[in-house]
Protein backbone atom coordinates (compact mmCIF):
# COMPACT_ATOMS: atom_id res chain seq x y z
CA UNK A 1 0.00 0.00 0.00
CA UNK A 2 3.12 2.44 0.63
CA UNK A 3 4.69 1.40 -2.11
CA UNK A 4 1.56 2.27 -4.28
CA UNK A 5 0.53 5.05 -2.34
CA UNK A 6 3.96 6.89 -2.76
CA UNK A 7 4.05 5.93 -6.62
CA UNK A 8 0.46 7.79 -7.12
CA UNK A 9 2.50 10.78 -5.67
CA UNK A 10 5.29 10.96 -7.68
CA UNK A 11 3.76 10.23 -10.97
CA UNK A 12 0.85 12.91 -10.22
CA UNK A 13 3.48 15.34 -9.97
CA UNK A 14 4.64 15.70 -13.46
CA UNK A 15 1.40 15.26 -14.67
CA UNK A 16 -0.12 18.40 -13.05
CA UNK A 17 3.20 20.59 -14.31
CA UNK A 18 2.48 18.95 -17.80
CA UNK A 19 -0.94 19.99 -17.33
CA UNK A 20 -0.31 23.59 -15.59
CA UNK A 21 3.01 23.66 -18.76
CA UNK A 22 0.43 22.53 -21.55
CA UNK A 23 -2.62 25.63 -20.09
CA UNK A 24 -0.20 28.17 -19.92
CA UNK A 25 1.31 27.63 -23.08
CA UNK A 26 -2.07 27.66 -24.62
CA UNK A 27 -2.84 30.89 -22.91
CA UNK A 28 0.22 32.31 -24.39
CA UNK A 29 -0.56 30.90 -28.24
CA UNK A 30 -4.10 32.60 -27.70
CA UNK A 31 -3.05 35.83 -26.71
CA UNK A 32 -0.41 35.78 -29.65
CA UNK A 33 -3.36 35.86 -32.01
CA UNK A 34 -6.22 37.71 -29.74
CA UNK A 35 -8.32 40.15 -31.87
CA UNK A 36 -6.13 43.89 -31.70
CA UNK A 37 -8.60 46.28 -32.53
CA UNK A 38 -5.66 48.99 -32.70
CA UNK A 39 -7.46 51.62 -29.98
CA UNK A 40 -4.83 53.86 -30.79
CA UNK A 41 -4.97 55.07 -33.94
CA UNK A 42 -7.85 57.63 -34.87
CA UNK A 43 -10.88 56.58 -36.61
CA UNK A 44 -12.12 60.22 -37.33
CA UNK A 45 -10.27 61.38 -40.53
CA UNK A 46 -8.72 64.40 -38.56
CA UNK A 47 -5.28 62.79 -37.59
CA UNK A 48 -3.19 60.32 -39.35
CA UNK A 49 -3.42 57.15 -38.11
CA UNK A 50 -1.11 55.16 -40.40
CA UNK A 51 1.84 54.79 -37.61
CA UNK A 52 -0.73 53.88 -35.04
CA UNK A 53 -2.16 51.05 -37.67
CA UNK A 54 1.59 49.93 -38.88
CA UNK A 55 2.36 49.84 -34.82
CA UNK A 56 -0.35 46.98 -34.36
CA UNK A 57 0.32 45.30 -37.26
CA UNK A 58 3.96 45.00 -35.61
CA UNK A 59 2.55 43.64 -32.26
CA UNK A 60 -0.24 41.09 -33.06
CA UNK A 61 -1.04 39.02 -36.15
CA UNK A 62 -4.34 39.50 -35.80
CA UNK A 63 -5.34 43.63 -36.89
CA UNK A 64 -9.91 44.06 -37.28
CA UNK A 65 -10.06 48.03 -37.25
CA UNK A 66 -13.35 49.35 -35.75
CA UNK A 67 -15.86 51.37 -38.12
CA UNK A 68 -14.42 54.82 -38.92
CA UNK A 69 -12.42 57.05 -41.46
CA UNK A 70 -8.42 56.54 -41.14
CA UNK A 71 -6.35 59.45 -42.59
CA UNK A 72 -3.39 57.25 -43.83
CA UNK A 73 0.11 59.87 -44.55
CA UNK A 74 2.59 57.11 -44.85
CA UNK A 75 2.17 53.30 -46.12
CA UNK A 76 0.12 50.58 -44.40
CA UNK A 77 2.96 47.48 -44.05
CA UNK A 78 1.61 44.02 -43.59
CA UNK A 79 4.17 42.07 -43.15
CA UNK A 80 3.76 39.12 -40.73
CA UNK A 81 2.80 35.65 -42.32
CA UNK A 82 -0.08 34.31 -41.24
CA UNK A 83 -1.70 37.75 -40.13
CA UNK A 84 -5.07 38.70 -40.67
CA UNK A 85 -6.08 42.96 -41.34
CA UNK A 86 -9.57 43.71 -41.79
CA UNK A 87 -12.59 45.98 -40.00
CA UNK A 88 -14.32 44.80 -37.28
CA UNK A 89 -16.42 42.11 -38.19
CA UNK A 90 -20.20 44.27 -38.93
CA UNK A 91 -18.75 47.49 -38.81
CA UNK A 92 -16.38 49.17 -42.08
CA UNK A 93 -12.48 51.05 -41.23
CA UNK A 94 -12.31 53.28 -44.94
CA UNK A 95 -8.37 53.77 -45.48
CA UNK A 96 -8.36 57.08 -47.27
CA UNK A 97 -4.67 58.29 -48.89
CA UNK A 98 -3.84 61.48 -47.98
CA UNK A 99 -2.52 63.97 -50.75
CA UNK A 100 1.14 63.97 -48.94
CA UNK A 101 1.19 59.89 -49.30
CA UNK A 102 3.98 58.47 -51.80
CA UNK A 103 4.17 55.28 -52.64
CA UNK A 104 1.28 52.12 -51.70
CA UNK A 105 -1.62 52.44 -49.42
CA UNK A 106 -1.68 49.33 -48.54
CA UNK A 107 1.15 47.18 -48.95
CA UNK A 108 0.71 43.38 -48.29
CA UNK A 109 3.77 40.32 -48.55
CA UNK A 110 7.75 42.04 -48.41
CA UNK A 111 8.70 38.67 -47.48
CA UNK A 112 5.07 37.19 -45.57
CA UNK A 113 2.99 34.21 -47.27
CA UNK A 114 -0.30 32.91 -45.97
CA UNK A 115 -1.69 36.27 -44.99
CA UNK A 116 -5.91 37.11 -45.41
CA UNK A 117 -6.88 40.50 -45.60
CA UNK A 118 -10.58 41.21 -46.23
CA UNK A 119 -13.31 43.73 -45.95
CA UNK A 120 -11.92 47.18 -45.61
CA UNK A 121 -12.42 50.30 -47.89
CA UNK A 122 -9.70 51.91 -49.49
CA UNK A 123 -9.76 55.62 -51.12
CA UNK A 124 -6.78 56.58 -52.73
CA UNK A 125 -7.64 59.76 -53.04
CA UNK A 126 -7.67 60.82 -56.59
CA UNK A 127 -10.33 63.55 -56.41
CA UNK A 128 -8.04 65.47 -53.54
CA UNK A 129 -5.44 66.25 -56.18
CA UNK A 130 -3.22 62.94 -56.06
CA UNK A 131 -2.15 61.58 -59.69
CA UNK A 132 -0.18 58.67 -60.60
CA UNK A 133 2.91 60.17 -61.21
CA UNK A 134 3.28 62.32 -57.59
CA UNK A 135 2.19 59.12 -55.91
CA UNK A 136 3.72 56.09 -57.40
CA UNK A 137 1.48 53.29 -55.98
CA UNK A 138 -1.31 51.56 -56.00
CA UNK A 139 -4.59 51.64 -53.23
CA UNK A 140 -3.06 47.85 -52.14
CA UNK A 141 -0.28 46.10 -53.69
CA UNK A 142 0.33 42.57 -52.31
CA UNK A 143 3.45 39.73 -52.94
CA UNK A 144 4.07 36.30 -51.64
CA UNK A 145 2.05 32.85 -51.91
CA UNK A 146 -0.89 31.19 -50.57
CA UNK A 147 -2.32 34.60 -49.08
CA UNK A 148 -6.34 36.04 -50.06
CA UNK A 149 -7.69 38.85 -50.52
CA UNK A 150 -11.54 39.32 -50.51
CA UNK A 151 -14.61 41.92 -50.11
CA UNK A 152 -12.36 45.21 -51.00
CA UNK A 153 -13.73 48.42 -51.68
CA UNK A 154 -11.21 50.08 -53.25
CA UNK A 155 -11.98 53.48 -55.10
CA UNK A 156 -10.63 56.93 -56.27
CA UNK A 157 -7.05 54.86 -56.97
CA UNK A 158 -4.34 57.49 -59.02
CA UNK A 159 -2.52 54.63 -60.05
CA UNK A 160 -4.00 50.77 -59.97
CA UNK A 161 -6.56 50.01 -57.59
CA UNK A 162 -4.89 46.42 -56.88
CA UNK A 163 -1.64 45.47 -57.88
CA UNK A 164 -1.11 41.23 -56.75
CA UNK A 165 1.77 38.83 -57.44
CA UNK A 166 3.26 35.56 -56.37
CA UNK A 167 1.91 31.92 -56.44
CA UNK A 168 -0.93 30.25 -55.25
CA UNK A 169 -2.91 33.37 -54.60
CA UNK A 170 -6.92 33.94 -54.26
CA UNK A 171 -8.11 37.20 -54.99
CA UNK A 172 -12.11 37.27 -55.14
CA UNK A 173 -14.90 39.70 -54.43
CA UNK A 174 -13.82 42.57 -54.50
CA UNK A 175 -14.99 45.65 -56.02
CA UNK A 176 -12.71 48.30 -57.88
CA UNK A 177 -13.76 51.66 -58.61
CA UNK A 178 -12.31 54.52 -60.54
CA UNK A 179 -8.48 54.42 -61.67
CA UNK A 180 -6.50 57.07 -63.27
CA UNK A 181 -7.22 59.67 -65.42
CA UNK A 182 -8.55 58.87 -68.78
CA UNK A 183 -6.16 59.34 -71.64
CA UNK A 184 -8.69 61.78 -73.18
CA UNK A 185 -8.23 64.01 -69.95
CA UNK A 186 -4.44 63.75 -70.46
CA UNK A 187 -3.83 60.78 -67.94
CA UNK A 188 -2.48 59.64 -66.67
CA UNK A 189 -4.30 56.65 -66.90
CA UNK A 190 -4.46 53.78 -63.84
CA UNK A 191 -5.35 50.10 -64.14
CA UNK A 192 -8.42 48.39 -61.93
CA UNK A 193 -6.37 44.65 -60.61
CA UNK A 194 -2.96 43.97 -62.19
CA UNK A 195 -2.32 40.42 -61.93
CA UNK A 196 1.75 39.50 -62.19
CA UNK A 197 4.01 36.72 -62.87
CA UNK A 198 3.12 33.37 -60.57
CA UNK A 199 2.21 29.44 -60.38
CA UNK A 200 -1.48 28.46 -59.23
CA UNK A 201 -4.21 30.56 -57.78
CA UNK A 202 -7.74 31.62 -58.34
CA UNK A 203 -8.80 35.31 -59.65
CA UNK A 204 -12.47 35.39 -59.33
CA UNK A 205 -15.85 37.29 -58.69
CA UNK A 206 -14.18 40.55 -58.82
CA UNK A 207 -16.34 43.73 -60.27
CA UNK A 208 -13.76 46.03 -62.15
CA UNK A 209 -15.84 49.27 -62.66
CA UNK A 210 -14.13 53.06 -64.53
CA UNK A 211 -10.51 51.68 -65.15
CA UNK A 212 -9.24 53.97 -67.31
CA UNK A 213 -6.62 51.69 -68.66
CA UNK A 214 -6.67 48.14 -68.83
CA UNK A 215 -9.25 46.79 -66.39
CA UNK A 216 -7.75 43.33 -65.50
CA UNK A 217 -4.51 42.80 -67.27
CA UNK A 218 -2.56 39.65 -66.32
CA UNK A 219 1.20 40.07 -67.08
CA UNK A 220 1.69 35.99 -67.45
CA UNK A 221 1.10 33.11 -64.89
CA UNK A 222 1.21 29.45 -64.85
CA UNK A 223 -1.79 26.88 -64.29
CA UNK A 224 -4.03 29.76 -62.89
CA UNK A 225 -7.60 29.85 -63.12
CA UNK A 226 -9.62 33.26 -63.95
CA UNK A 227 -13.37 33.11 -64.23
CA UNK A 228 -16.86 34.96 -63.68
CA UNK A 229 -14.63 38.35 -63.19
CA UNK A 230 -17.15 41.71 -64.48
CA UNK A 231 -15.58 44.92 -66.10
CA UNK A 232 -17.74 47.92 -66.33
CA UNK A 233 -16.90 51.06 -68.41
CA UNK A 234 -19.88 53.33 -68.09
CA UNK A 235 -18.69 56.80 -66.98
CA UNK A 236 -14.62 56.95 -67.53
CA UNK A 237 -12.86 55.85 -70.86
CA UNK A 238 -10.40 52.98 -70.45
CA UNK A 239 -7.80 51.58 -73.00
CA UNK A 240 -9.63 47.95 -72.44
CA UNK A 241 -11.55 45.53 -70.71
CA UNK A 242 -9.68 41.94 -70.26
CA UNK A 243 -5.89 41.51 -71.39
CA UNK A 244 -4.13 38.54 -71.37
CA UNK A 245 -0.37 40.06 -72.22
CA UNK A 246 2.56 40.36 -71.16
CA UNK A 247 5.41 42.61 -68.83
CA UNK A 248 7.16 43.72 -71.22
CA UNK A 249 11.42 44.41 -71.03
CA UNK A 250 11.57 41.58 -73.48
CA UNK A 251 9.93 39.14 -70.99
CA UNK A 252 7.21 37.11 -73.53
CA UNK A 253 3.73 36.33 -71.30
CA UNK A 254 3.85 32.85 -70.61
CA UNK A 255 0.16 31.79 -69.31
CA UNK A 256 0.50 27.79 -69.67
CA UNK A 257 -1.61 25.97 -67.74
CA UNK A 258 -4.36 28.83 -67.54
CA UNK A 259 -7.65 29.26 -67.80
CA UNK A 260 -9.32 32.30 -68.51
CA UNK A 261 -13.36 32.07 -68.60
CA UNK A 262 -16.90 33.36 -68.11
CA UNK A 263 -15.11 36.53 -67.93
CA UNK A 264 -17.51 39.34 -68.76
CA UNK A 265 -16.69 43.04 -70.58
CA UNK A 266 -19.40 45.91 -71.13
CA UNK A 267 -19.18 48.88 -72.01
CA UNK A 268 -21.34 52.46 -73.01
CA UNK A 269 -21.11 54.06 -76.22
CA UNK A 270 -17.05 55.31 -77.02
CA UNK A 271 -16.18 54.40 -73.25
CA UNK A 272 -13.70 51.26 -73.82
CA UNK A 273 -11.38 51.13 -76.69
CA UNK A 274 -10.78 46.97 -76.50
CA UNK A 275 -12.80 44.76 -74.72
CA UNK A 276 -10.88 41.03 -74.57
CA UNK A 277 -7.35 41.98 -75.47
CA UNK A 278 -5.25 39.08 -75.99
CA UNK A 279 -1.15 40.09 -77.08
CA UNK A 280 0.68 42.96 -76.45
CA UNK A 281 0.91 44.53 -79.59
CA UNK A 282 -0.98 47.45 -79.41
CA UNK A 283 1.75 48.93 -77.09
CA UNK A 284 4.56 46.96 -77.87
CA UNK A 285 5.46 45.49 -81.17
CA UNK A 286 9.15 44.23 -80.18
CA UNK A 287 8.76 40.39 -80.69
CA UNK A 288 10.65 39.71 -77.11
CA UNK A 289 7.23 41.28 -75.92
CA UNK A 290 4.51 39.13 -77.61
CA UNK A 291 2.50 36.69 -75.86
CA UNK A 292 4.42 33.17 -75.70
CA UNK A 293 1.21 31.05 -74.47
CA UNK A 294 -2.10 33.19 -74.15
CA UNK A 295 -3.71 29.32 -72.29
CA UNK A 296 -6.96 28.60 -72.70
CA UNK A 297 -9.29 31.25 -73.45
CA UNK A 298 -12.98 30.46 -73.49
CA UNK A 299 -16.79 31.63 -72.94
CA UNK A 300 -15.80 35.05 -72.41
CA UNK A 301 -17.93 38.40 -73.49
CA UNK A 302 -17.48 41.55 -74.63
CA UNK A 303 -20.52 44.00 -75.52
CA UNK A 304 -19.71 48.15 -76.29
CA UNK A 305 -16.06 48.16 -76.74
CA UNK A 306 -14.88 49.94 -80.13
CA UNK A 307 -13.64 46.55 -81.29
CA UNK A 308 -14.75 43.71 -78.84
CA UNK A 309 -12.18 41.68 -79.31
CA UNK A 310 -8.87 41.52 -80.91
CA UNK A 311 -6.02 38.86 -80.72
CA UNK A 312 -2.64 40.46 -81.69
CA UNK A 313 0.90 39.49 -80.98
CA UNK A 314 0.56 35.72 -79.56
CA UNK A 315 2.68 32.83 -80.71
CA UNK A 316 0.35 30.36 -79.36
CA UNK A 317 -3.09 29.83 -77.73
CA UNK A 318 -3.55 26.45 -75.99
CA UNK A 319 -7.75 26.78 -76.53
CA UNK A 320 -9.99 29.16 -77.69
CA UNK A 321 -14.03 28.48 -78.14
CA UNK A 322 -17.32 29.99 -77.01
CA UNK A 323 -16.23 33.98 -76.90
CA UNK A 324 -19.06 35.92 -77.92
CA UNK A 325 -19.27 39.57 -78.82
CA UNK A 326 -21.94 41.90 -79.47
CA UNK A 327 -22.69 45.08 -80.47
CA UNK A 328 -18.99 47.34 -81.01
CA UNK A 329 -19.87 50.62 -81.17
CA UNK A 330 -17.97 54.50 -81.31
CA UNK A 331 -14.90 55.76 -82.57
CA UNK A 332 -12.68 56.30 -79.94
CA UNK A 333 -10.18 53.35 -80.17
CA UNK A 334 -6.62 52.63 -78.60
CA UNK A 335 -4.08 54.18 -81.08
CA UNK A 336 -3.74 54.95 -84.50
CA UNK A 337 -7.04 54.48 -86.32
CA UNK A 338 -7.84 51.68 -84.37
CA UNK A 339 -11.98 52.50 -84.88
CA UNK A 340 -14.48 51.63 -87.36
CA UNK A 341 -15.39 54.36 -88.91
CA UNK A 342 -18.74 53.65 -89.62
CA UNK A 343 -19.11 53.80 -85.83
CA UNK A 344 -20.70 50.14 -85.93
CA UNK A 345 -22.09 49.43 -89.10
CA UNK A 346 -18.64 47.57 -90.68
CA UNK A 347 -18.45 44.06 -88.58
CA UNK A 348 -14.90 43.20 -88.99
CA UNK A 349 -14.26 45.42 -86.28
CA UNK A 350 -16.56 43.34 -83.78
CA UNK A 351 -13.58 40.29 -83.40
CA UNK A 352 -10.20 40.80 -85.35
CA UNK A 353 -6.59 38.84 -85.46
CA UNK A 354 -3.53 39.35 -86.76
CA UNK A 355 0.28 38.51 -85.88
CA UNK A 356 -1.32 35.11 -84.92
CA UNK A 357 -0.68 31.83 -87.02
CA UNK A 358 -2.74 29.10 -85.27
CA UNK A 359 -5.98 28.09 -84.75
CA UNK A 360 -8.01 30.42 -83.79
CA UNK A 361 -12.44 29.90 -83.27
CA UNK A 362 -14.23 30.95 -86.73
CA UNK A 363 -15.86 34.25 -87.35
CA UNK A 364 -12.36 36.96 -87.34
CA UNK A 365 -10.99 39.01 -89.54
CA UNK A 366 -7.59 40.10 -89.90
CA UNK A 367 -6.42 43.32 -88.96
CA UNK A 368 -3.07 44.76 -88.28
CA UNK A 369 -2.77 46.68 -84.44
CA UNK A 370 0.27 48.22 -84.27
CA UNK A 371 -0.39 51.52 -82.98
CA UNK A 372 2.51 52.48 -81.16
CA UNK A 373 4.31 51.97 -84.45
CA UNK A 374 1.71 54.19 -86.38
CA UNK A 375 2.05 52.26 -89.26
CA UNK A 376 -0.20 53.79 -92.23
CA UNK A 377 -2.33 50.67 -92.11
CA UNK A 378 -2.52 50.26 -88.34
CA UNK A 379 -5.97 48.85 -87.48
CA UNK A 380 -6.63 48.55 -90.93
CA UNK A 381 -8.83 45.38 -91.61
CA UNK A 382 -7.31 42.68 -93.64
CA UNK A 383 -9.98 40.45 -94.44
Not at 92 to 117: C, E, K, P, R, W
Not at 285 to 312: H, K, L, R, Y
Not at 324 to 338: A, P
Request: proline share 4%; with cysteine; aromatic share 8%.
Amino acid sequence: MTNQHRHSRTSARPFSVAVLTLMFGALISLNAVAQDTCPEADSTGVNPADQAINNCLQRSSWVTLPGGTYKITATINVTQSGAEFSSVPGQTATLVADSSLIGHLVHAGQGANNYTIHDLHLDGGLYSGSTCAGRNGNNLAADGSDYTIFFIASINAPCANMAVAGDRIHIHDNFLWHSGIPAPQGGPVGDGLDVFFGTGGEIYSNTISEATDIGLIMWGGLNRSVHDNRIENHDSYGLAGFNVGSQGNNVPGDHSGSTYERNHVISDYNMLGIGLLLGAHPWSTAPGDDVSNAGTFINNDSSGAVINMMVEGIANIEAMYGNTTSNHQGTRGVGTDCNDPTGGQDSRYEYTAWHFGGQIQSGWFGMQADEVVGLPNACIPQG
